[in-house]
């Protein structure tokens, strides 16, 4: 199974349809008038389709058991066609496309089950993925034009005790939105050398400031003291939703101090110094965490 642990949950929906076409008249009456010597086509098709949504994952062996949360099965007909929609709905880290279409491709089979005896001609004409919507993919932005900074925050990097790998890793995440860093510089775990960093990449219209390092508890780590006063538009759902997201997958993650605001027209970011935070905070907050700058050109900042 493909591993979804680094998704967040989003409302998925999916509507999958299909299209049965019948050959004699008669059995698109007894269909109508309810006279199918088997029952109510539509209400025993709709109960299977319904059944057959929450056991996908039981049957397609790649697929994820997902919380089906809306289902809905409707029908029209149409002289001799019969057309099927299934929509699904959820709240999680994958999508309900599969789960829509074998829904629609169950009640199909039911009505041909069905309608067979009266029917020796009727074939299931269409099962077919309508419209699905959720995710990441959903959230596009272009981020090209974002001028970019990537900040390291460490006393051993500064001083070539140590390479840097959260950094470069950040860079390397940027580039999967299409993000280009203009900027890469290292600085020492100090309160003034941090906040003249800042000040200068602001003064040279930044868009986006991403500091690295230094949002831990220990004496030295001074990132978000440095940066915390010059926040002029403090943004506490980012950091909110970092947090959430990597105590999730671990639960020290709560003692993280990251802060995320904007000084002057630069949206500035505090990840972690580790190379699993630092995936961890891209993976919670990007691409989404761009949308801010669409907010801010339209209210003319």
């Known amino acids: 199974m493909k591993d979804i642990l680094f998704k967040s949950p989003t409302l998925r929906k999916a509507v999958a349809t299909a299209v049965l076409q019948l050959s004699e008249p008669v059995a698109m009456d007894a269909v109508l008038n309810k006279t199918v010597p088997k029952g109510d086509v539509f209400e025993f098709s709709r109960a299977a389709g319904l059944l057959a949504i929450k056991k996908t994952p039981d049957l397609i062996p790649d697929c994820h058991p997902i919380p089906i949360e809306f289902a809905a099965i409707s029908f029209k007909t149409e002289k001799l066609a019969i057309y099927i929609s299934v929509e699904v709905q959820t709240i999680y880290k994958t999508g309900v496309e599969v789960e829509a279409m074998h829904g629609a491709s169950v009640v199909a ?5 069905m309608l067979k005896p009266l029917d020796k001609g ?16 959903d959230l596009k932005t272009d981020a090209s034009h974002i001028k970019t900074a ?5 006393d051993r990097v500064s001083a070539g005790e140590q390479e840097d790998r959260s950094g470069k890793l950040i860079i390397e995440e940027l580039r999967r939105w299409n993000i280009s860093s203009t900027h890469y510089s290292v600085v020492p775990d100090e309160i003034d050398n941090i906040q003249t960093s800042l000040k200068q990449l ?15 508890l220990s004496a030295r780590d001074n990132t978000p003291d440095a940066i915390s006063p010059l926040i002029e ?3 506490p759902g980012i950091m909110e939703t970092a947090r959430r997201y990597g105590q999730e997958r671990m639960p020290f993650a709560m003692l993280s101090r990251g802060v995320a605001g904007f000084v002057q027209n630069s949206l500035v970011l505090t990840l972690p110094g580790s190379t699993k935070g630092v995936t961890e905070t891209i993976d ?6 761009l949308h801010v700058f669409e907010v801010r050109k339209n209210i003319g900042h």
């Open 233 to 235: 538009k403090n943004i």
């Open 122 to 137: 009727i074939e299931i004409a269409s099962i077919r993925l309508e419209k699905k919507s959720g995710g990441k993919s």
């Open 202 to 216: 602001v003064a040279e219209k930044f868009d986006l400031l991403i500091f690295t390092g230094g949002t831990g």
């Open 150 to 154: 990537v900040i390291v925050c460490s």
């Open 284 to 289: 919670a907050l990007f691409p989404q965490v």
């Open 109 to 113: 089979l039911t009505i041909y089950d």
